[in-house]
């Protein structure tokens, strides 16, 4: 006793001796500073030091030695060690840092679904307390597991919004009426009820779906704690994800634990039992966050009717088929309910791969599709042919193919950029009439009967907003199209080339449809949306069509080859050693869009042009270089509408929206040109037009 201090502020005091009545014991009676049970370590010589070392603290300041039960230690790491000693960071759970660390995880949002109200301390024990909203009844809902517990918490503390998933441990006597749906090697899928359901916010407070339809992901041979709340991770905590995670369970008899999920498709025989592919399936639908994200499954092969071959190469068969149940659309009530339903019956493309090396082949080449509902090529999911074991692609879009691998490579590389690209079969062309040639190709109009692919949108409610629309593509049938055939094509390298600089876009002059081929003759098709016609010279051809590939504005002059009898009342006007200046009237006019929303050209038919015929031009490079230099923006003082070709005389024409005197003195008409031109590239409104005026035009 005399070793206990009397000051009143030291750490441990001895107010007295007393002894008990019953066994003749002496008793010390101290402060009551911390709960000592459980803490001392039952060696007597390390508690007697313990106590040494309290019996010593006389200052506020003083630091409080004690006897520390392991089990109070968390998130214990290895830092460093030598042959003596290991050294170890950790959270000591008791300590105020930790419990202030704990109270900071709690959200101060009032509809947050944990609220942290204040901390408290039980005075006997001197344990703190957090005093939390009494949201659900806790009793029999907690795992047992401390790893599980605390991740639950984690979860729930993570809650902001009201229509967040409330993430919890369920016990698994809350389950009726457990189905076996389906299994591979490590997971077995049921369906059962959740007698209370989960808890859902409604009028300022959380109350349970009961009786709700459930799906229990069954875990077999979990390796670890870890490896179960890492794949849980996985899930979104948003309300309306296609994949919700209710929480967790574990079987009471087996021991395996079960992830308790949304019922949003019968999952009844929707796994194929292949390990790899079940697992990439699963991982693409949990990307799905968006009304109008495209849900990827396990489709079985007799979920198809009207299987029919439409092509076919080396490596893949096309069929199309019909889907009795269809894909999964996002719908919306007029009440704001969405939930999941069936496009039925729907026609779909059925790729089937032949001689796939692995299934991680497989997984790779369907991770290069998208899952956004408004690409051209979307991919609902994967099959196999139970009698040839070849795996399935299952696609939107009616796809025809070449038979040249190389070609349908690169229709496919288009496809998956949602460019609408295809192959095109020949017999799908009426009505074909040439309309022009030069030595390297033929251009001829057709009517292409079924027509191009274009995307529309469809609404999903009664209400528009931008999540009630789809988008799906429908053919533009009966379309007239120009075809350009390519003889002698070196290679499908060149091919792919030369299809390469058509841009896929709306606003574009030149729209490449596909490519197709002629049966008879082999030669190789761009299917295109202009009527087109050509010079007969390769270069002049080729020029033009790089000038056309370069419009991408709606105003942009569309530049063009343009046959000498389009032109009416031709009269000169002027001339000099060089060049020959006419006006004319063009029947058929130039193209052009009126406003940036018109999908077609039109022409300005009978319009007034100016003829400049280039007298002894030595080449074909400077009649190209000669037409460089204007521009083909619809705001410049001269507009170059296209190159033509007196028949009589061979001379090439330039057709220009100006008429324009010139003085009869090459150098003079040069330097008004040259004049002319700098107002072209300068593009200012307010610059002066310099010309040559005819001293007629002066009173």
């Not at 949002?109 to 659900?136: C, M, P, R, W």
């Not at 009426?177 to 997971?187: A, C, F, L, Y």
């Not at 030595?618 to 170059?640: C, H, P, T, W």
Request: hydrophobic share 30%.
């Amino acid at each position: 006793a005399k070793k206990y201090s009397t000051k009143h502020e030291v750490f441990q005091l001895l107010y007295g001796i007393s002894q008990n009545s019953d066994t003749g014991d002496y008793v010390f009676v101290q402060s009551y500073t911390i709960n000592l049970a459980n803490w001392i370590s039952g060696n007597e010589k390390i508690d007697d030091f313990i106590q040494e070392m309290q019996l010593k603290i006389n200052d506020y300041d003083d630091i409080v030695f004690e006897w520390i039960p392991y089990n109070q230690f968390n998130e214990i790491k290895e830092t460093g060690k030598n042959d003596l000693i290991t050294i170890y960071s950790a959270i000591w759970k008791d300590a105020i840092d930790s419990l202030i660390n704990e109270a900071k995880k709690y959200s101060t949002k009032y509809g947050a679904f944990q609220v942290l109200y204040g901390i408290s301390q039980n005075q006997n024990t001197g344990d703190y307390i957090l005093v939390q909203s009494y949201t659900i009844n806790m009793t029999n809902w907690i795992s047992g597991n401390e790893k599980i517990d605390d991740f639950i918490q984690e979860m729930q503390l993570k809650i902001n919004k009201c229509n967040d998933i409330v993430f919890e441990w369920i016990p698994y006597n809350q389950f009726n009426e457990i189905k076996e749906t389906s299994k591979n090697g490590i997971i077995t899928i049921y369906s059962a009820i959740w007698k209370d359901g989960p808890l859902h916010y409604q009028y300022s407070e959380y109350i349970r779906d009961s009786n709700k339809k459930v799906a229990l992901k069954c875990l077999h041979n979990s390796q670890s704690i870890d490896s179960l709340i890492n794949e849980a991770k996985k899930y979104s905590t948003e309300y309306d994800a296609f994949q919700v995670l209710y929480g967790i369970s574990q079987n009471s008899d087996t021991g395996d634990y079960i992830f308790v999920q949304n019922y949003t498709i019968n999952m009844e025989n929707l796994i194929c039992g292949n390990e790899k592919i079940d697992n990439f399936i699963q991982e693409m639908q949990l990307k799905i966050i968006k009304y109008n994200d495209i849900v990827f499954e396990w489709v079985p092969y007799n979920r198809f009717d009207e299987i029919k071959e439409t092509g076919k190469n080396s490596q893949i068969t096309i069929y199309s088929a019909i889907w009795k149940d269809g894909p999964l659309l996002h719908r919306q009530s007029s009440l704001g309910e969405t939930n999941y339903t069936r496009d039925s019956n729907k026609k779909v493309a059925l790729k089937c791969l032949h001689n796939l090396q692995s299934i991680d082949s497989l997984i790779n080449e369907a991770k290069k599709y998208l899952t956004k509902d408004e690409n051209f090529q979307i991919l609902y999911g994967i099959s196999q042919n139970p009698d040839t074991g070849d795996y399935i692609f299952i696609q939107n879009n009616y796809t025809w193919t070449s038979e040249n691998e190389n070609v349908d490579n690169f229709i496919k590389e288009m496809q998956l950029n949602n460019i609408v690209f295809e192959w095109i079969p020949y017999n799908q062309f009426n009505e074909i009439k040439e309309t022009g040639k030069n030595g390297l190709m033929t251009i001829y109009s057709a009517i292409w009967k079924d027509g191009p692919l274009l995307q529309q949108y469809s609404e999903c409610s009664n209400e528009y907003t931008e999540d009630s629309m789809y988008s799906e593509y429908t053919r533009d049938s009966n379309k007239k199209v120009a075809l350009k055939y390519l003889y002698n094509s070196q290679s499908i390298d060149s091919l792919i080339n030369e299809a390469k600089k058509y841009l896929r876009k709306d606003e574009k002059f030149q729209i490449l449809y596909g490519i197709s081929q002629n049966p008879d003759t082999g030669d190789y098709i761009f299917v295109q949306n202009n009527y087109i016609l050509t010079s007969g010279n390769e270069k002049v051809d080729n020029f033009i069509q790089e000038m056309q590939l370069k419009i991408n504005k709606y105003n942009d002059i569309v530049f063009e080859w343009i046959p000498y009898n389009q032109f009416n009342e031709i009269k000169e006007t002027g001339k000099n050693g060089l060049i020959t200046l006419y006006s004319a009237i063009w029947k058929d006019g130039p193209l052009h869009k009126k406003h940036q929303d018109d999908k077609n050209y039109t022409r300005d038919s009978n319009k007034k042009v100016a003829l400049k015929c280039l007298h002894n031009f030595q080449s074909i490079d400077s009649l190209i270089n000669e037409a460089k230099k204007y521009l083909i923006k619809d705001e410049n003082f001269q507009i170059l509408y296209g190159i033509s070709q007196n028949p009589d005389t061979g001379d090439y024409i330039l057709v220009q929206n100006n008429y324009i005197w010139i003085s009869g003195i090459e150098k003079v008409d040069n330097f008004i040109k040259e004049m002319q031109l700098k107002k072209l590239n300068i593009n200012k409104y307010d610059n002066i037009v310099f010309e040559w005026i005819p001293y007629d035009q002066f009173n």
